[in-house]
């Protein structure tokens, strides 16, 4: 259920003078704010773990090029893509593990 869901049932349980239900209601908001910044932080991780599985398609693909093109001249660019990419790996790296270690020291 959306947030809208949940006010328009607060506002039915108030109208039928429902204080149970209302108390009930306003409890499940408070924990749907926790629950919503919760799925949002799982999801970054998981959009930081499909970039990070990406980038490691990446330089698996310019290393084979690499390997079978011995003499083009594109091996200089291809090494200095393999450059950036490892940079932006190990960036997001990190941000998976200071993710990680934010998640754990919350549920202590």
């Known amino acids: 259920m959306s947030v809208d869901d949940y006010l328009d ?3 039915y349980a108030k ?3 429902d204080g149970q239900w209302q ?4 409890e499940s908001l408070k924990n749907f704010e926790v629950a919503t910044e919760e799925q949002k ?3 970054n ?3 930081l773990w499909t970039r990070f599985d990406d980038i490691n398609l990446l330089l698996l693909g310019l290393f084979d090029k ?3 093109n011995e003499e083009s001249e594109e091996r200089y660019q291809w090494r200095e893509q393999i450059w950036e990419l490892k940079m932006e790996r190990i960036i997001i790296a990190k941000e ?3 993710r990680y270690i934010k998640i754990d ?3 202590n």
């Open 96 to 98: 998976i593990q200071d």
């Open 23 to 26: 108390a009930e209601l306003i």
């Open 45 to 47: 991780i998981k959009e």
């Open 9 to 11: 049932l607060l506002n």
């Open 105 to 107: 020291s919350t549920r």
């Open 15 to 17: 109208a039928i003078n």
């Open 41 to 43: 932080r799982e999801e």
């Open 66 to 68: 690499l390997k079978d």
